[in-house]
């Protein structure tokens, strides 16, 4: 029998504990090689990192993390700045992930080594949020990836593509209801996303993108 393990990266009081773990290991690293391992931008003066989350350019110190908007006049939602699991998970990418380019072709989550496995907290957690949160709202589905910077594509009956994080990206896709079926929603990623996370990262990666929507609309 397959364990049913949980990937999530913090929950309730434990949210602290694999912060403070990968925070270590961010203040223990090179940031140079970070910088040339996951192709972030680097300021060796100012000792900070530039890199974008949900459409939002930050600068991050090392090796204390501090993180400051780009744009210190946008009072909008920030996941870096208020998420802890964005944190972590770019926390995670600066110190263990090596940066790989895309070919321009998307995959499910069923299709990325372990996606199979782990589909079903996947469904749960992130299409089925996605559906019920939005599936009767695509108004404001549609308003919100517009403020996220996201492109209309030609999927399902609504999708968008926006970049989670730089040369990651990701696409939410639609179908409408009718008086017989719910409306239903795809995830699809980037086809270098799985080189460069493992299968529990995306389901993250996921979770942020949903939140972030549902915090601005």
């Known amino acids: 029998m397959v364990e049913n393990k949980e990937f999530d990266y913090a929950k309730d009081n434990l949210e602290m504990r694999p912060l403070e773990h990968y925070l270590e290991l961010y203040k223990a690293a090179d940031p140079a090689e970070m910088a040339a391992r996951t192709g972030t931008a680097y300021n060796a003066d100012t000792k900070e990192f530039y890199l974008h989350v949900m459409g939002k350019g930050y600068y991050v110190s090392h090796p204390d993390f ?13 996941a870096l700045l208020d998420f802890h699991k964005t944190k972590i998970f770019v926390l995670r990418f600066l110190t263990e992930c090596q940066m790989a380019p895309a070919s321009g072709k998307y995959v499910t989550y069923r299709d990325i080594p372990d996606g199979e496995l ?29 403020m996220l ?20 990206s990701m696409i939410f896709i639609f179908w409408e209801g009718d008086d017989e079926f ?23 990666a996921g979770d942020i993108s949903i939140g972030n929507l549902k915090a601005i609309v």
Do not use: W
């Not at 079903?120 to 992130?126: A, S, T």
């Not at 795809?186 to 993250?204: C, G, H, P, Y």
């Open 66 to 78: 501090n993180i400051r908007k780009e744009k210190e006049e946008d009072a909008s939602y920030h």
């Open 118 to 146: 782990y589909f079903r907290q996947f469904q749960g957690r992130c299409i089925f949020r996605l559906q019920f949160g939005f599936g009767y709202k695509l108004d404001k589905f549609r308003a919100g990836m517009e």
């Open 182 to 204: 719910q409306p239903s929603a795809q995830i699809l990623f980037s086809d270098n996303f799985a080189t460069v996370f493992k299968a529990e990262d995306l389901a993250v």
């Open 149 to 168: 910077g996201g492109k209309s594509v030609k999927m399902g009956d609504v999708a968008y593509s926006f970049e989670f994080m730089d040369g990651l």
